[in-house]
C-alpha cells in the first residue's frame, strides 16, 4: 500500500486576484462530507517577483507549472514562508532549488522548528518579525501576525502596492465548490464556515481575553487592506471584509464544535464500502 498522498483530480488553473496578483490554487475534499477546501498559495510580480508559500506535496508537480507558468524561476526575488505547516511548506526545497536568485523570508523561529524538514541556507534568508518591512523593486512588503493562526510562526504579509493582504489560514472556510469570490457564497454559509474553520483551526481562541483580542484584529483591520487572499478561502473583497473580521471579532464568544470521533470513522468507512457518499452529521447541543 502506497501512503504518498492523492494528486488532485482537478485542476484549478491560476486566478489573478489583483494587479501583479496570482492565486495558485488547488482544492482539496472533506473526507466528512461534500465539502472542499481550498491549498492556496500566492504569486506577485513585478520588478522583483514573491512567491508567497509553497503549495502541498500531493500538487507539487501541477504547483510548480502553475507557478512558473507566471515567472520565470531565475526571476523569482523572494519566497515569503507564512509558517511551517505542510499546505503552506509542502514545496520548499524544489521551488529553492529552482530560484537560485530568491532569498527565503521566515521568521527566525521557523528555521528552527523546521531544521528537521530542510537545510536553511543561512547566506540565502531574511529574517522578519511581527510588523518587520522590506523593499520589494516597486513595493513595500510587511510580515504582519494575522488575528487567528495554527503555528507560533505565522506571518500574514501586506503588499502597500495593490494592498492584498496575505492571511495565511485566518478566513479558512469550507465551501460547497469552487469559486472565485467568497462573494458567490450564501452569506449564512459563510458565516458558519468562518466559525467552524476558524475554531477548530484556532482552538485556543477560548482562552483569549476578548478586549486584547479586538486590538490584535484592529491593528490587522486598520492596514489599508483591498483584497485579503489566504490559503483556505476565496479572496475577500472590500464590500465583504468587514463581515469577515465582524464574524473573526465574535469567535471568544462561541463554543467549541463537536468533531467526529471512532463512531463516525467506522460509518464513513462502512458508506465507503458500499459505495455510498457519507456525511457527518453533528449531535445536537445539550442543554
Ligand atoms: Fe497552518
Ligand atoms: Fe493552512
Given at each position: 500500500m502506497s501512503f504518498a498522498p492523492v494528486k488532485p483530480a482537478v485542476h484549478h488553473p491560476p486566478l489573478k486576484v489583483a494587479d501583479d496578483t496570482w492565486l495558485i490554487q488547488q482544492m482539496q475534499e472533506a473526507a466528512i462530507g461534500p465539502l472542499f477546501i481550498y491549498l492556496h498559495s500566492l504569486v506577485i510580480k513585478g520588478p522583483e517577483p514573491i512567491i508567497v508559500d509553497t503549495g502541498t506535496p500531493a500538487n507539487r508537480e501541477q504547483w510548480l507549472k502553475d507557478v512558473f507558468s507566471i515567472v520565470d524561476p531565475g526571476d523569482v526575488r523572494w519566497i515569503f514562508l507564512s509558517h511551517d505547516d505542510v499546505d503552506h511548506a509542502g514545496n520548499l526545497a524544489p521551488v529553492m532549488e529552482a530560484c537560485p536568485n530568491a532569498t527565503l523570508v521566515v521568521t527566525w523561529f521557523l528555521t528552527e522548528r523546521h531544521g528537521c524538514d530542510f537545510h536553511f541556507p543561512l547566506d540565502r534568508m531574511r529574517w522578519v518579525n511581527d510588523g518587520d518591512s522590506w523593499r520589494a523593486g516597486d513595493r513595500t512588503l510587511t510580515a504582519i501576525t494575522p488575528p487567528?493562526?495554527?503555528?507560533?510562526v505565522t506571518r500574514g504579509l501586506y503588499d502597500?502596492?495593490?494592498?492584498?493582504?496575505?492571511?495565511?489560514?485566518?478566513?479558512a472556510t469550507p465551501l460547497p465548490g469552487p469559486m472565485?469570490?467568497?462573494?458567490?457564497?450564501?452569506a449564512a454559509q459563510w458565516k458558519g464556515g468562518l466559525e467552524l474553520f476558524n475554531c477548530m483551526n484556532s482552538p485556543w481562541f477560548k482562552l483569549l481575553d476578548a478586549d486584547k483580542f479586538e486590538r490584535h484584529v484592529d491593528r490587522v483591520q486598520?492596514?489599508?487592506?483591498?483584497v485579503i487572499a489566504a490559503c483556505h478561502t476565496p479572496v475577500i473583497r472590500r464590500p465583504q471584509i468587514s463581515q469577515a473580521f465582524d464574524t473573526i471579532r465574535k469567535l471568544p464568544s462561541l463554543e467549541p464544535p463537536p468533531q467526529p470521533g471512532q463512531v463516525d470513522l467506522e460509518a464513513l468507512m462502512h458508506a465507503v464500502a458500499t459505495g455510498q457518499q457519507y456525511v457527518w452529521e453533528p449531535p445536537a447541543p445539550v442543554n
Open positions: 487567528l493562526f495554527d503555528s507560533p502597500d502596492r495593490t494592498g492584498v493582504y496575505w492571511a495565511v489560514d485566518t478566513f472565485n469570490d467568497i462573494s458567490e457564497l450564501d486598520k492596514l489599508d487592506i483591498e
